[in-house]
Each structure stands twice: as C-alpha cells, then as structure tokens.
C-alpha cells in the first residue's frame, strides 16, 4: 500500500468511462479532465491514424473514399482492437501530462452484459496503450457510485444508466448487485431509429450527426406541453439532391418509441426480478438515471408511468460511470484489500 501510495504521487491514476459514443476522463484529484467521441479517422490500406476524438467526429459520413471514421466501440465492447488500443493510448497521453517513467493506473467501466473475452479484451488494450495496471468496474456499479447512491446501505437502490451502446440496469445492495441486466439498445440505436423514420417518411437520408442533433434538440418519448419543430437537411434518396424537412417533436417520439419500448421492458424485467423486501425498498428509494441517453425529454415522466415508482435523473447524468470510475480510484488501495465491491 505505501509503494501504490508513493507511485500514485507521481502518476496521473485515472478513471476511464469507455463508452461508445464518448470517452470521459478522471484524473484522481482533478476530477473530470477530457470528454470527447470515441471516434478514430485512419488511411485506408495502412490504418494510419489520422485524427481521434473531436476531430475524427466531425469526419464521420463526409470522409473521402481514402479515409474512413470510425467507431471502434460498438455495444460497449471493442469491435476493433487496433484502432481501439490507438484510441486509448491518445487520451492516456493526452491527459497524463507528468514528465515520469511511472505509467498510470486505470479503472475503466465495462457493461455488466460483456463475456470474460470481452473483458480479458478491453484490459489488454488498456494494458498495451501503457496502463501500469487495469481495473474494471461493471458500469451500473460505477453509475451509482458517481450519482451518489449510498451503495455499502442494505437498502435496494436502482440505476438505469442509458449509454451510446448499451443500457444497464441494476438493482444495488450492500455493494453488490443484486439482479443486473444489460441491453444493446441505447442513444446509438435512438440515432438509427430517428434515420430510418426519415428515410420511411421522407424518403430523406440524414448522417448520424444529423439523426444525433435532432434527437437531442426535439428527441421525446413523453408528451410535451408545447412541442417542437425543426428543419432538417440530408438527400433525397429519389432524386439524389439535397432536401429540406419540416418535422414535429412528435414525429421524433413516433420514431423512438420502438426502441424505448425495449429499454422499458429491461427496466420492467429487472423489477419482475428483485426479491420483495428490496422491491419494497424501491418505492421510497426510486429509479436514479444515468448516462446521455437519460436525457431524452419525457423519459422520468414515462418511467414513472410504467412503474409507479419515483424516478430522478443523477445531477450530471452524462459524467456518473467516470466520476465513478474516479471515485472507485480514490479508494482503490483499501478496497483491494477488501470485498464490499465486486469488480
């Protein structure tokens, strides 16, 4: 303990959310310190990389037949290893600014759902973009932990945390979870839903970037009091020229409501699920959400609906696996020599 305690003075330990859509950073002691896409541009042929993050992002859809944008992240696990290794080097780099031999230590959060693959698969690219020693933490238990739920309390809590590729829910007790389910439906799949009504509708194709702006700007899945409306720009898949939409923040609940519906169901399979005198703990402690699918306009509102339980939103719903991860961090040294939490 005092050897990690003297590395740590001269390394930049970090919390990592690896998310499909973004990765966020902590940095123990500085709190959140990079958020940026997990999106990596490279060459064609030779998979040089060209831009990563912020830059790679704005190429996604508008890239030559050269260069290709990519997400190597999809569903929460590595789809590809290479460019996610080159990802994760950039940003240990990016962040981890001491002029030292030591390298850092990492927590990163995984989804509750991956396999030990998936896991032995996320370390060793970790491990091999110069992390001195990784540590995983399934992600529902470092959203709570981030969102401030009293994890240690023989209380149930509940979290449905909405990431980029994967939606996690979990039921959480004296620092376990005790029923957990993930789900490969998250904002990622809203985009693609918001894409495909527009090409049904409109017969309009529409990026991802697009499909993204207007889920954020009009995305909805429970009535509003004044709804919205929007232009939207993409090409005419009859004539092949550019075209404009006028579309209604209805519109945009009629194209999520299928993938929501499956979310809904996972919440409600996850309540079937949980023993009774947690279940009963449920209905003074609420659902807690998490993560940026989470801030879809309507959704608390829909859930409490569905369930007849209170449902908050976390305070900063997009940062809670990495301020987690970070949390997690903090503690590290006493909590390997303990077993209050699983990771």
């Known amino acids: 303990m005092f050897f990690n305690y003297i590395f740590g003075l001269f390394s930049n330990d970090m919390g990592i959310d690896l998310g499909t859509s973004s990765v966020i950073v902590f940095i123990k002691g500085q709190n959140i310190v990079l958020r940026e896409p997990s999106v990596v541009a490279m060459e064609c042929g030779t998979k040089r990389v060209l831009a990563i993050g912020i830059e790679a992002k704005k190429m996604l859809g508008k890239t030559p037949s ?28 990016k962040v981890h600014v001491k002029k030292t ?43 709570a932990i981030g969102a401030g739920i009293q994890i240690q309390e023989p209380k149930g809590n509940m979290i449905v945390d909405i990431g ?49 702006e207007v889920k954020m700007k009009m995305g909805s899945v429970f009535p509003l009091e004044e709804e919205l409306t929007m232009n939207v720009k993409g090409r005419d898949l009859l004539t092949g020229l550019p075209k404009t939409v006028s579309i209604t923040s209805e519109e ?6 299928e993938p929501i519906s499956k ?33 879809v306009k309507g959704l608390p509102e829909l859930l409490i609906k569905e369930t007849g339980l209170p449902v908050n939103r976390a305070d900063d719903p997009l940062t809670c696996v990495a301020k987690g991860t970070g949390m997690y961090l903090e503690e590290l040294d006493n909590i390997k020599n303990s077993r209050k939490i699983n990771i």
Do not use: W
């Open 252 to 257: 945009v609940r009629v194209s999520l409501s």
């Open 164 to 212: 980029g590729g994967t939606t996690e829910v979990a039921i959480i007790s004296l620092g376990g979870m005790v029923v957990a389910k993930s789900l490969d439906v998250a904002g990622d799949k809203l985009d693609e839903a918001v894409v495909q009504y527009f090409r049904r509708k409109y017969n309009l194709t529409v990026g991802e970037n697009t499909a993204e």
């Open 263 to 295: 979310v809904i169901g996972v919440v409600r399979s996850v309540l079937e699920e949980t023993p009774a005198e947690l279940a009963a703990d449920l209905v003074d402690q609420g659902i807690i959400l998490s993560g940026g699918g989470s801030l």
């Open 101 to 143: 031999l030591l390298h850092p230590r990492v927590v990163i959060g995984v989804p509750s759902g991956i396999t030990e693959v998936e896991r032995r698969a996320v370390r060793e690219s970790a491990e091999q973009a110069g992390a001195r020693e990784v540590y995983l933490i399934d992600e529902p238990m470092a959203a």
């Open 66 to 93: 050269n260069i290709i944008a990519i997400r190597p992240l999809r569903n929460g696990v590595i789809a590809d290893f290479e460019a996610t290794e080159k990802m994760i080097r950039y940003f240990i780099k």
